[in-house]
């Protein structure tokens, strides 16, 4: 009996045995299973977040790029802001200085009206004043000055940076000098005449018989008046009879050598104006003077009938011209910015340059090589950066003492 048993408990503990290995098998495969399910389960979620993250990113950049878009959008909007506003300011500052026309010439008048309120002392000076004017009669009869820029037109572009043109008063001629000297001058019958040609071959073409150097010259009553200055030799200025061909006079300028009459245009060694008065000449008499000074000439002779020391500086000086004997200097900075009448000088001494307010020209292109007034016209003719142009003055009477 015992045999048996123990055989029978050595088999159920084989069978146990065996059951026991597979049972511990599927386990351990089981826990694989779950494990690699776990780490699947895992690298879903990843995958998952990755996505999400991604998604996440694209729509921060889009976002960012809408935000910057707009920032950008935004930036030029307030860009535009600004140079609108700058064009008002420019515009305000325009009109107010059309409303503030230079004051330069108070009158007689006036300050008679002032002294009676401020008192008998000061009466006392106005007979002073009217004693003065009876030993120094007027040089100028003309009771003009500019009170503001009324118009601008630019009429073409020809040549050069630097030039001047000028209109004859008398004949209605127009004259151009084509860069800052030579020996030819271009006339055209009017200046529509100009204004429709092609250029200057449909011109009449001068050939002087001295040189003419810088942009100084002018032309009143069929006669050229020109600067010329040869290599190291004296100014002179030549009176030139533009029907005949000749030089009809010439005369020697005690101006220094290389001396320049306006520091933005170094080319101007001199210049000569006409206004209701006649012939004038604006120079420089030394190198060391920082001030313009101005002669009045007798057309006729090319005589100097009387200097004055205008007190207006060179430097930064572009041009000037003279209306009724009061010069008017025009000034600008030396990266071209806006053209202005900073000083004037009026040789019956009817106004202080400081009485007179800043005058700014209309906006342009670059700098002005040259202003030209012609008093018929009341108007003047620049060439600013190659390009001609004429600006229309207002002038106003200075009323009668
Ligand atoms: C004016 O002068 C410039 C050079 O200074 C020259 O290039 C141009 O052709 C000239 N124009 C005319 C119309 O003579
Ligand atoms: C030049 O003019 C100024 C006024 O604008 C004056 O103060 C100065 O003394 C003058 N200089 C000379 C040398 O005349």
Known sequence: MKPVLVLLVSCSWT???AQNYYQALMDYLENRLLAIEDRMHLWHQQAHQYHTEMLDFKKL????????RSDQSAMFKELEGASARMDLVEKEMDYVETQNSPRACANKADRVLEQEAWGLQ??????EDGGWEELQPRVSECEELISSFRSV????????PKGMWTRDPKSSKVYIFNGTSGETVYEF?????FSRSQGVAESRI????FEWTGPGGAVYNGYLYYINQ????????IKYDLMSGLVTDTAMFPIGKHVSLYTLNPETVADLAVDDEGLWLLFIPTDSEPNISLAK???ATLDIEQIWDTRCPRENAEAAFVVCGTVYVVYNTRLASRSRIQCVYDVNDMMVSEEAPLLYFPRRYGAHASLKYNPEEKQLYGWDDGYQIIYRVTIKRKLLA
């Open 61 to 68: 950049t889009t976002e960012t790029m809408v935000g910057i």
């Open 122 to 127: 000061e009466r006392e000076e106005v007979e």
């Open 230 to 237: 040869e290599t190291d030799t004296d100014v002179q200025v």
């Open 153 to 160: 037109k630019v009429l073409k572009r020809i040549g050069s």
């Open 15 to 17: 069978l146990i045995g």
């Open 189 to 193: 019958r009017s200046v529509q005449e």
């Open 206 to 209: 001068i050939h002087l018989p």
């Open 297 to 299: 000439m007798d057309t």
